[in-house]
Nanobody
C-alpha cells in the first residue's frame, strides 16, 4: 500500500508558475521506482483528464496538447517524489490536480491539490 500526498497548489496570476509535488509514503509492497506516474486534473463540471505521464525510469514523458511546452513532469526515485512544473499558467488550468500511480494491476490516487489561476 502507498499514500500519495500532493502539495504546492495555490492561487496564481495568469502567466505565473507553480510547482506541484507528489510524495509517496510507502507502507509495504510498493516500489515507487517501478510505477509509471501521472498528473491528472479535474475542473468544476468537467471530467478528470490526464495532464502528463512519466515512465517508471523517468525516460519517457507524455503531455496533453493543452499543456505542451508549458508543463514539465519529472520524478526523483530516490526521494519517492514526482513533480509538475507549471509555467505560463492560464485561466483554464484552474482545477484540482491529482497524482496517480499505476502498475501491476493497481492504481493509487492522491487527495488532490487546488490550483487556481486568477487575476
Amino acid at each position: 500500500q502507498v499514500q500519495l500526498v500532493e502539495s504546492g497548489g495555490g492561487l496564481v496570476q495568469p502567466g505565473g508558475s507553480l510547482r506541484l509535488s507528489c510524495a509517496a509514503s510507502v507502507v509495504s509492497g510498493f516500489t515507487f521506482r517501478s510505477y509509471a506516474m501521472s498528473w491528472y486534473r479535474q475542473a468544476p463540471g468537467k471530467e478528470r483528464e490526464r495532464v502528463a505521464v512519466i515512465s517508471a525510469t523517468g525516460g519517457t514523458t507524455t503531455y496533453v496538447d493543452s499543456v505542451k511546452g508549458r508543463f514539465t513532469i519529472s520524478r526523483d526515485n530516490a526521494k519517492n517524489t514526482m513533480y509538475l512544473q507549471m509555467n505560463s499558467l492560464k485561466f483554464e488550468d484552474t482545477a484540482v490536480y491529482y497524482c496517480n500511480a499505476a502498475g501491476f494491476g493497481s492504481i493509487y490516487w492522491g487527495q488532490g491539490t487546488q490550483v487556481t489561476v486568477s487575476s
